[in-house]
Structure formats: structure tokens, C-alpha cells
């Protein structure tokens, strides 16, 4: 079924949904896979009155979700950026539940939440992230970097371990922003990450960097 197809069957579901089968309805769709289908019921959650069902989808993987569902929190007079914060601590709190946090600390998981504070959070809200580039869950790492580009909030005198993140993703949203900060990455440190021995995402981000810094020469990498 076509995304469009899917759309539409999860709108119909929505406005013909009868009030005692709002679970039947809800909870299906909330769990969907297409983020346009999440976004649509995150929305009607507010029409079914389950605004604390809405909870839940502010560490939504995207962000129309997390936006949905924080205009829905918002309708039933509750600030999402609070619970955003715990979402955050919980994260905080599991980094020392081992390599694996999802085994003794599944429920408190939620890798997307670092990104609400960026979203909908201010520059103080830097501090609630802080310590998350660090977590061992790729995911998170790559949210918690995206949630402090948002905010301004990368540590501009530390900023090389994530560009040694294994993750290659995290290594992207290091230098994603447009014009990346360029303090604190020495030229020699970053020349080095242009060899061919280096991961590929290393070696684009490193001359990336490089050419913003306006220090470019390297011709065979």
C-alpha cells in the first residue's frame, strides 16, 4: 500500500472512530510505522480527550510527531518541555545500567527524547544534554548532538570526540550545520582524519571542516 493510501485509510479510521473504540483505533495507528499515520492520530488523541497518551510520542523518532504531540499537551494546558527534561534524566540515569542500557533499563529508553529540548527548549536547556554525547546508544548520541546544535550548546573546546564517534552517524550530525564551528579542531588533528584509512564519514566531516576553516588543500583524498 502506497504511503497516500496509507494516509488516507488512517484518516478514515480516525473520523469514523466511535467513542468507545478509541483503543481499537488509537493504539494501532500510534505504533505505525509511516510517520504521517503517528502524526495523524498524535493529533486525534486530543479529540478522543487522551492528551496523556500523547506523552509518549514527544520521543517520537519524528519530528512531526514530537510537534503533534506537543501541540496536543499544549491544548490540555501541560508544557511539554518538563517532560521532555525527565525524558532526558531517565537517559542520563540509564548510562550506567552497562554496554546495554535496553536490558535493565528498557521502559526509560527513548532514544529520539534528547531532541525535544532542542525543539521546543532554550539555551539553558543545553545543560540537560550536556552529558548525553557520551551515552552508549548510537541513537541517542545522534539526537543529543542534534539537540545541542539547536541550542548552541556544543561544547566548542571539546568538540573532537565526536568526530571520532564511531557511529558515522553521529560524526554527520557533528558537522551538519551549515557553517560548522571550527574551534578546537587543530588543522594537523584534522588532516590526519583525511586519510584513506580513516572511516569515510571521519574523512568527509574532517575536510568538510577543513574547507570551512578555509584550509583545504588536500588533493588526493
Avoid at 505505525?32 to 510520542?57: C, F, I, K, M, N
Avoid at 571550527?182 to 566531516?205: H, K, M, N, S, Y
Wanted: hydrophobic share 40%; with cysteine; glycine share 8%.
Amino acid at each position: 500500500m502506497r504511503l497516500a493510501e496509507k494516509n488516507l485509510c488512517a484518516e478514515a479510521a480516525i473520523a469514523g472512530m466511535r467513542e468507545e473504540a478509541h483503543g481499537e483505533v488509537l493504539g494501532p495507528l500510534l505504533a505505525a510505522r509511516a510517520p504521517q499515520v503517528r502524526s495523524a492520530d498524535a493529533t486525534a488523541l486530543r479529540r478522543a480527550g487522551w492528551h496523556g497518551e500523547a506523552r509518549a510520542s514527544l520521543a517520537d523518532p519524528s519530528g512531526g510527531v514530537r510537534a503533534c504531540a506537543r501541540y496536543v499537551l499544549r491544548q490540555d494546558g501541560v508544557d511539554p518541555l518538563p517532560l521532555c527534561r525527565s525524558m532526558c534524566a531517565d537517559l542520563r540515569r540509564s548510562m550506567n545500567a552497562g554496554p546495554d542500557p535496553t536490558v535493565t533499563a528498557g521502559p526509560f529508553i527513548v532514544p529520539a527524547a534528547p531532541a525535544g529540548p532542542g525543539e521546543c527548549g532554550s539555551r539553558t536547556d543545553a545543560e540537560t544534554l550536556r552529558s548525553l554525547p557520551a551515552h552508549p546508544l548510537p541513537a541517542v548520541r545522534v539526537r543529543s548532538v542534534l539537540g545541542l546544535r539547536a541550542l548552541d550548546g556544543v561544547d566548542r573546546e571539546r568538540p573532537a570526540p565526536l568526530l571520532d564517534d564511531p557511529s558515522s552517524a553521529v560524526v554527520r550530525a557533528a558537522t551538519r550545520a551549515p557553517q560548522p564551528d571550527t574551534a578546537g579542531f587543530p588543522e594537523e588533528w584534522l588532516r590526519i582524519r583525511t586519510a584513506q584509512d580513516q572511516p569515510r564519514a571521519v574523512r568527509v566531516a574532517a575536510l568538510r571542516l577543513l574547507r570551512v576553516a578555509g584550509l583545504h588543500r588536500c588533493s588526493t583524498c
